[in-house]
């Protein structure tokens, strides 16, 4: 009798033991390599945030691409890189090509707007003024440009702030006149690169936003708000301004109409590091993580950050939804 109590009695000491272990198992600490596609224009932001975030999770390496937003999302759909998080400069390349084949929700995370730079060795930076910029650009010795359209947020909506100004300052043809004044070797990839020839002096002028040119200490042109793509409030103007650029399928094209700029970040499907992609974008979430660098770094975030619905904050992984809140 005393044997099988004492049988008992350990059997229940390895039981709760066990019961002990279990709590741990699930907690541990994630590891391993976590890649990830962004916008050229998040890249300071983002080198900061990953050096954070090493410092509280020193078992993750993070891997960065910076490159135009459309073509983070096409290393995913048309070359099937290995990718677990995508960081876009419009939420809308991550609704049209990545939703629903690579991805099952879009959260909108901070804000920006346009902005002309340049620099001290620019032509006519001693005159140049919020009054006459539009005229500048015209001028037949100056080198200004933008990025591709059809790779770079950035440069669609480059195109479109100069829709804007035409039917703002109400001057007719004056979008296809400054256009002829900026030849095709003058349209790079993605905005970033366009810093380098500012400051070289190989450029004039540049579009760029707003937290670029602060990021990188450039002089720039604050445009009017109904030019800047800033503000929501004035989204039904900024729709009167359309690009074509390139669609989801090679020959095909869709129509993007203008809008406020808002960012927005994905989890991809086929993550290879789920766990750990998520502890990432924990961070990049926390109004004093990710979201207090970008806002140091002059690029406003949202707080809470945002999804459209809430079928679509069903899908996101628990341990985020608390960072984020249901508004169009």
Not at 29 to 55: C, D, N, R
Request: net charge negative.
């Amino acid at each position: 009798m005393r044997k099988t109590v004492l049988t008992i009695w350990i059997c229940a000491v390895f039981a709760v033991a066990s019961i002990g272990l279990l709590p741990a198992a699930s907690w541990a600490e994630p590891k391993g390599t976590v890649i990830m596609f962004h916008a050229g224009s998040l890249s300071i932001p983002f080198e900061a945030m990953e050096k954070a975030f090493k410092e509280r999770y020193p078992k993750i390496e993070i891997l960065r691409e910076a490159a135009g937003s459309q073509a983070c999302a096409r290393k995913v759909i048309d070359l099937k890189k290995p990718c677990d998080i995508i960081a876009s400069a419009d939420y809308v390349v991550i609704d049209k090509l990545l939703i629903p084949s690579h991805a099952d929700w879009n959260i909108r995370f901070a804000s920006n707007q346009l902005v002309l730079c340049y620099t001290d060795k620019s032509r006519h930076a001693d005159r140049v003024n919020e009054q006459n910029w539009y005229e500048i650009l015209q001028e037949k010795d100056v080198v200004w440009g933008h990025s591709d359209p059809n790779l770079d947020p950035c440069g669609y909506r480059s195109l479109m702030a100069l829709q804007l100004a035409e039917k703002h300052y109400g001057i007719p043809g004056f979008y296809e006149a400054v256009i002829a004044n900026r030849p095709q070797e003058n349209i790079r990839p993605k905005s970033v690169e366009l810093v380098s020839l500012l400051q070289t002096g190989n450029m004039d002028y540049a579009w760029e936003y707003r937290s670029v040119a602060v990021q990188h200490g450039l002089r720039y042109i604050t445009l009017p708000v109904e030019i800047n793509l800033s503000d929501y409030a004035f989204d039904d103007f900024y729709s009167q301004a359309v690009v074509s650029v390139t669609g989801e399928t090679p020959g095909s094209f869709m129509d993007i109409r203008g809008q406020s700029c808002t960012y927005g970040l994905t989890l991809i499907k086929d993550a290879q590091n789920e766990e750990a992609a998520i502890a990432f974008l924990d961070y990049i979430l926390d109004p004093e993580g990710g979201l207090k660098v970008l806002d140091e770094m002059g690029q406003p975030p949202f707080i809470p950050c945002r999804v459209p619905t809430a079928e679509m904050k069903a899908k996101i992984p628990v341990v985020l939804q608390d960072k984020v809140e249901v508004r169009d």
